[in-house]
Nanobody
């Protein structure tokens, strides 16, 4: 079992930057493939970015070139650096992790059994 806690959300103006953090506790001896998702009000939960156990990354089309996912090592927090934020980036952002034996980055939220509580990001125009 692993517990995830996000932080770093807030209210910013368009064009600004934010950095989200996801801290893991519990069984952190394993290396997890992890991802960031977001859910805007009234919409489905969408894949934002993912990072596998080899530190290979993948991004959703709407954030490519603006967002960067990173993690120094398995025991450090995972980050999402968000630059040039747009009003359409407004959502609750969730950190998620796969089971230790599942190494690939996948975009379906159903493939992630571990979730944080979410952090709100609001971008004003």
């Amino acid at each position: 079992q692993v517990q995830l806690v996000e932080s770093g959300g807030g209210l910013v103006q368009a064009g600004s930057s934010l950095r989200l953090s996801c801290a893991a506790s519990g069984r952190t001896s394993a290396v997890y493939s992890m991802a960031w998702f977001r859910q805007a009000q009234g919409k489905e939960r969408d894949f934002v970015a993912g990072l596998n156990w080899r530190s290979e990354s993948s991004y959703g089309d709407s954030v490519k070139g603006r967002f960067t996912i990173s993690r120094d090592n398995a025991k450090n927090p995972m980050y999402l650096q968000m630059n040039d934020l747009k009003p359409e980036d407004t959502a609750i952002y969730y950190c998620a992790a796969r089971l230790p034996q599942d190494h690939d980055i996948v975009e379906s939220p159903n493939r992630y059994p571990y979730w944080g509580q979410g952090t709100q990001v609001t971008v004003s125009s």
